[in-house]
């Protein structure tokens, strides 16, 4: 005799994004920045699994004027993405990943700290 198959899996949680949200976020808390501050949008690890092009996109839209990322990966994407703002990478950049970024000519992306080993 033939084991039952097995049911199928539910998921255990389902996240969906309002892009809509994101943008008025963004919005209202660049209405509370004082006149020389920037809001900074972190959309590492794909915008936290939400995809990371239209979280950023949603978060330009309402005023965000910097981007920021774990990995230097994440940066290109952005920047393949037709991104041109400024990016911070907020994980160590290898040298290798450092000279490609300077060959490259880019001006923009921030790294939070060099792994010189």
């Known amino acids: 005799m033939e084991p039952a198959p ?3 899996q ?3 949680a389902i996240a969906r994004v309002d892009l809509g949200a994101i943008e008025r976020n963004a919005q209202r808390l660049c209405s509370t920045l004082t006149a020389d501050a920037k809001l900074c949008a972190v959309v590492k690890a794909d915008g936290y699994g939400h995809g990371m092009v239209p979280c950023a996109r949603a978060a330009l839209a309402g005023g965000a004027s910097w981007l920021a990322v774990a990995a ?3 940066a290109v994407e952005l920047r393949a993405a037709g991104f041109e703002v ?3 990478v907020q994980g160590a950049l290898t040298r290798p990943e450092a000279r490609a970024a300077i060959e490259a000519g ?3 992306i921030q790294a939070a700290r060099l792994r010189l080993g």
């Open 6 to 8: 097995a049911p199928a």
């Open 106 to 108: 880019e001006r923009h």
């Open 72 to 74: 230097a990966e994440e």
């Open 86 to 88: 400024p990016i911070l």
């Open 10 to 12: 539910q998921p255990r």
